[in-house]
């Protein structure tokens, strides 16, 4: 899913965190809904103006964050053992 056209990150808005179309509901409060348990369709009930499209570019969102950033500290765990071992 390319969720570039929903996730939206505007210095102004939300101090900066990634919201959904501009809206002031952030990526983590949609997450933090479902963490606590909420499903779509509460989550949809309460809250009209989101989309089923805007759940799955959450979801998107945040597992391609939290890979980029696993493969970045992967990376400098690596290098700095590979560093350490050199000396």
């Known amino acids: ?3 570039k056209d929903i996730i939206t990150i505007k210095p102004g808005k939300r101090g900066g965190q990634p919201t959904i179309r ?4 952030t990526v ?4 933090r809904m ?5 499903s779509e369709k509460k989550i949809l009930s ?3 103006e989101l989309t ?12 391609e964050r939290e890979h980029s950033l ?3 500290n992967h990376e400098v765990t690596l290098r700095s053992k590979h560093l350490t071992q050199a000396r």
Do not use: Q, W
């Open 28 to 31: 983590y409060d949609v997450l």
């Open 34 to 38: 479902l963490a606590s348990g909420m």
């Open 1 to 3: 899913m390319n969720y």
């Open 46 to 48: 309460d809250f009209p």
């Open 52 to 63: 089923k499209e805007d759940i799955k570019a959450v979801l998107s969102y945040a597992s």
């Open 70 to 72: 696993t493969t970045a």
């Open 22 to 25: 501009g809206m002031r509901i």
